[in-house]
């Protein structure tokens, strides 16, 4: 089994995603000392006494920025082939583990490696190879992803 790069799909567009994330982080770290891990983020919105308006801006640029990209360019088409009930157990486990490890992938994965967390990098090597694992089991094993 070998991992294939569709290199076709990787666009400038990626790069430029990839930046504005790296810069938002930084700018997130350096000028208010906070992480930006979205399940925290979001969970804290979810709890109103502590609302700040950062968090806030936040979450609203991640529902806002594909609405703008679409103004620029068609956004993809988007095709779910799962069955509904797998899709609510997977995003239910999602949400366990997320709690579970106290933290997600872009809190631990992209600020808490950022950091050298021995903690981010453990999560991350374990979410990493938990989805290894799923996807394999589903794919080859159980046939339905």
């Known amino acids: 089994m070998s991992i294939q790069i569709d290199w076709q799909a990787f666009t400038p567009i990626s790069l430029v995603g990839g930046l504005m994330l790296g810069v938002a982080t930084v700018i997130l770290l350096l000028g208010i000392g906070r992480i930006a891990g979205i ?13 700040e308006m950062w968090q806030v801006l936040f979450i609203l640029g991640l529902v806002i920025s594909p609405l703008l990209y679409g103004l620029v360019k068609p956004l ?38 950022a950091r050298l ?29």
């Open 117 to 145: 967390s021995p903690r981010s990098m453990a999560a991350t090597v374990t979410f990493m190879l938990f989805g290894i694992v799923t996807v394999y089991i589903g794919r080859h094993v159980l046939g339905v992803i």
């Open 76 to 113: 993809p088409d988007i095709e779910i082939s799962s069955s509904l009930p797998l899709l609510i157990g997977a995003g239910l486990l999602v949400g366990f583990g997320t709690r579970l490890g106290s933290g997600c992938t872009s809190g631990h994965g992209i600020c808490g490696n």
């Open 39 to 51: 399940s925290g983020i979001f969970s804290s919105l979810l709890k109103p006494k502590r609302v």
